[in-house]
């Protein structure tokens, strides 16, 4: 009569664990942290909708109708992607209390897109110390790019310093020892600038023979280029926000003066710089592109192109479709798109940040052909190639191969 | 002071009855109730929402020192988000580049903002009512500028702005960095409100409150004017300047743009909201510049600032005198109900 018990127990036992091991290894594959569940990937966003930099706001919205069009056609993996944007106004301290928001009462699984330089200084070392990814950032600041001291934080646009060595390459390549004058915004923006071609020249910066600032405050730089074209220099570098590089060509222009000049991508707007200085005077003008310009016609039979106008026809028709931060906004969220497919069931912060830190040259339509996203668990600059491109009557021709600068982390 | 001037100060005080305690402060029991609540509350909620309760005490401190520069002495301010920004700024400096405990920067930038808004209430002086609301807004319009000048970036930190090391709880206490960051906040606020209640009822504060009614009148009382008026604007300067610092360590980060004009109408907005000249107010005025926007979000996220306007428009219809409005309403209503 002893038998049968003692099999039973021992039976039962077997079963348990043959139930526990396959059950075990069902498991193995699906991993969440919080945020993501079998049905649902929680992203969180920060952009500012109101304020002084509402015109960014429309990143968020595109950003939004990517995720939208994901989830119309079944979602990632099966799983649907609920994307949680919240307004800051561009006002730090609202950047914090937000992104608190996002991770400790909605819970998201990372944060993604967060715009600007000082929103996201705000909330870095809080999402590091919460191990929250950071995802893909709107700003071109180069110190997102450091995944020694940050390893949660990874940028996205281009940084400012890589494409200073970009336009450093470009002259030592096409006009080696010219004089150089560079004319810098003297802030964090103008200074990496003015980092990244002085480290991109080399022992070739000798060549610089005047590096003039201006404040941000300042009504205009009229006298600052009157000043630099008393050095005679051969080439002028213009690293400026919109309305100062409009200023600065309409100077030279009027000056008859006619030196080789290279414009910062930020000031590279064909409705806010360009057409103010002149076209006359922004002929021959240089600068640098990563992405489509939705405006140009040289796109108009392309498929990425057309893919984002479908896009905005479906699910924004209201907004202005020439507007370049929709094109930012639209390949950031289907880099972050890409990331995630990668991530399949593993749906761990560290496994994101894993997948984040190994993409392999990822293109995306929005891209200047060629513009491949790639990074690594010492690179965490997603794009550090441009094209260079020149003024051409009324319009940006591209030009020369993909320039590409890694600075490595 | 002359004795002729002391003598009339004090025939002043005794023919004048005080003024009625329940306009400045709020019933014993009431503030009871409300103290034991704000002690209680962030034991049963999250993190995130305790983090909330603390800007909403910060906010509040900046509303009160609002209050008693316009409530109490009727001078105009635009120009909060200054000394909010000189508050804040020599907070982070003091722990970022002076290793100063952060407990010691809040009297320090309390009175380095004491100084600044004692000095600017000099020029302030030649100005009334709405020219001078224009003077102080042009200060903190100039203020995000200045701190991003290059001159002084080897502190400030230029537009990058500093972070914030944010403190432990000392004594080894077991509690989170921001329960323990909301109960030092509340002291604070607390110190900081009996302080201006006791201040409004003093004589100074009658001095003040005298010239807001009737600066002929009050000068021919004997007040002094400009003493009164740019002692206003110092400790009002002052108060906002504690509430930087704490905003500082609260947000763990400091950059100009945190301190545009927009902050300086946000405060000038929760004073109106809260009652002008009421204390107990600015708590819910500060509620309303912390939440409202937030609704409005929730409502719709395009026309959030749409919203906000529709939601303040109704509270300046229904409530014009704000919170104290409510609160009185309130009151009475209770009272019916006790006799009934």
């Known amino acids: 009569m ?99 928001k996002l991770v400790e009462s909605d819970e998201v699984l990372l944060t993604f897109g967060v715009l600007g330089t000082p929103s996201n200084s705000a909330i870095q070392k809080y999402l590091n110390a919460k191990k929250v990814p950071q995802l893909f950032l709107a700003t071109g600041a180069t110190k997102w790019n450091d995944p020694k001291h940050f390893p949660w934080t990874m940028g996205w646009l281009p940084s400012y310093q890589s494409e200073g060595k970009i336009y450093a390459k470009y002259l030592m390549k096409d006009h080696p020892g010219k004089k150089i004058a560079i004319l810098y915004q003297n802030d964090d923006f103008g200074k990496d600038y003015l980092k990244g071609i002085k480290e991109g020249l080399g022992d070739k910066a000798s060549s610089i023979v005047v590096e003039e600032s201006y404040e941000l405050s300042e009504p205009t730089i009229d006298t600052h280029i009157v000043k630099m074209k008393a050095l005679n220099p051969d080439v002028m570098v213009y690293f400026t926000t919109p309305k100062f590089g409009a200023q600065a060509l309409k100077k030279v222009g009027e000056l008859g003066w006619k030196p080789v000049q290279i414009i910062a991508n930020v000031s590279a707007s064909t409705a806010s710089v360009m057409k103010p200085a002149g076209f006359e005077n922004a002929q021959g003008v240089i600068s640098a592109a990563y992405a489509k310009d939705a405006s140009d016609p040289q796109w108009k039979d392309d498929a990425g192109l057309k893919d984002f106008d479908s896009l905005l026809a479906k699910y924004l028709p209201e907004v202005n479709r020439t507007d370049s931060s929709l094109m930012t906004g639209y390949n950031m969220a289907l880099t972050m798109v890409a990331v995630l497919k990668n991530a399949g069931d593993d749906l761990t912060r560290a496994n994101i940040m894993k997948q984040a830190a190994s993409i392999k040259d990822l293109e995306i339509p929005g891209l200047l052909p060629g513009i491949k996203i790639s990074t690594s668990p010492t690179d965490f600059a997603p794009i550090s190639q441009l094209q260079m491109m020149r003024f051409d009557n009324g319009r940006w021709q591209l030009f020369g191969d993909i320039i590409s600068d890694d600075i490595g982390g | 002071m002359s004795t002729i001037q002391e003598t009339v100060a004090k025939t002043d005080a005794a023919a004048v009855d005080a003024p009625p305690k329940k306009s400045m402060a709020l019933g014993r029991t009431t503030s009871l109730v409300m103290l034991v609540a704000l002690l209680i509350v962030p034991l049963f909620v999250k993190n995130f929402v305790i983090f909330q309760l603390t800007m909403l005490l910060i906010y509040g401190i900046a509303v009160l020192a609002l209050n008693i520069l316009t409530g109490g002495s009727g001078q105009f301010s635009l120009g909060q988000s200054a000394f909010y920004a000189i508050g804040a700024y020599a907070a982070a400096i003091l722990i970022e580049i002076g290793n100063v405990n952060y407990v010691l920067t809040l009297p320090i930038a309390g009175i380095i903002c004491f100084a600044v808004g004692f000095l600017f209430g000099f020029p302030a002086l030649r100005l009334s009512g709405v020219y001078l609301a224009l003077a102080t807004f042009a200060l903190a319009v100039a203020m995000p500028q200045l701190l991003k000048l290059g001159v002084f970036e080897p502190w400030t930190g230029g537009v990058q702005g500093l972070v914030v090391t944010k403190p432990d709880a000392p004594f080894g206490l077991p509690i989170s960095q921001d329960m323990w960051l909301y109960y030092f906040t509340l002291v604070v606020a607390l110190v900081i409100y009996i302080a201006s209640v006791n201040l409004l009822r003093s004589r100074s504060g009658r001095a003040m409150m005298a010239i807001r009614d009737n600066e002929i009148a009050a000068s021919a009382m004997g007040v002094d004017i400009s003493m009164y ?87 300046i219809y229904l409530v014009p005198h704000g919170a104290r409005q409510g609160a009185i309403y309130a009151e009475t209503l209770l009272h019916k109900l006790r006799r009934s």
């Open chain 2, 229 to 315: 008026k740019t002692l206003a604007f110092g400790v009002s300067a002052g108060i906002t300047g504690v509430a930087g610092a704490l905003g500082a360590i609260a947000v763990q980060f400091v950059a100009p743009d945190s301190y545009t004009f927009q902050l300086a109408i946000a405060l000038f907005l929760g004073m109106v909201v809260g009652g002008v000249g009421w204390l107990p107010g600015s708590l819910a005025g500060a509620a309303f510049i912390v939440f409202v926007p937030n609704i409005a979000e929730g409502i719709s996220k395009g026309l959030s600032g749409a919203f906000f306007g529709v939601l303040l428009f109704l509270v």
């Open chain 1, 2 to 100: 002893f038998a049968l018990p003692r099999l039973t127990v021992a039976t039962v036992a077997a079963a348990t664990l043959a139930l526990a091991a396959t059950s075990n290894s069902a498991f193995a594959q699906k991993k969440y942290d919080a945020g993501a569940t079998d049905t649902e990937i929680k992203i969180g966003n920060i952009v500012p909708y109101s304020g002084p930099a509402s015109a960014y706001g429309v990143v968020g919205k595109a950003m939004g109708a990517v995720f939208q069009r994901v989830n119309d056609q079944g979602g990632i993996n099966g799983r649907k992607i609920n994307f949680i944007s919240y307004d800051d106004a561009y006002s730090p301290p609202k950047t914090v209390e937000q992104a608190r």
